[in-house]
């Protein structure tokens, strides 16, 4: 059974820092897969945030130079790192593993977590 458990959420001020963790369980994150992070805020629609793919990484333009991901393979973790925080990035972030053709389209993800809450005050 694939599971992907997302934690490290939380509420920060802005320009503080928080550190998501995506840990995936059923495959390994170090086989050639898609790990994305995505975010959604009430009432908008989900907005992709960032993606890994072996030592590739891509990045939105709103957290490009902020946000940084990378992965764990000893514990088959991949992490977002978020600097700079600004209250336009509180919403609800998701990870997503897969193979997609567009890696900043949800639907093209197969596998998601719950979800952790990001809460940045001004």
């Known amino acids: 059974e694939v599971q992907m458990v997302e934690s490290g959420g939380g509420s920060v001020q802005a320009g503080g820092s928080l550190r998501l963790s995506c840990a995936a369980s059923g495959y390994a994150i170090r086989d050639n897969i898609y790990i994305g992070w995505f975010r959604q805020a009430p009432g908008k629609e989900r907005e992709w945030v960032a993606t890994?793919?072996?030592?590739?990484?891509y990045y939105s333009d709103s957290v490009k130079g902020r946000f940084t991901i990378s992965h764990e393979d000893a514990k088959n973790t991949v992490y977002l790192q978020m600097n700079s925080l600004k209250p336009e990035d509180t919403a609800m972030y998701y990870c997503a593993a897969g193979w997609p053709r567009d890696w900043a389209r949800p639907n093209d993800y197969n596998d998601w977590g719950q979800g952790t809450q990001v809460t940045v005050s001004s």
């Open positions: 890994i793919f072996e030592v590739e990484t």
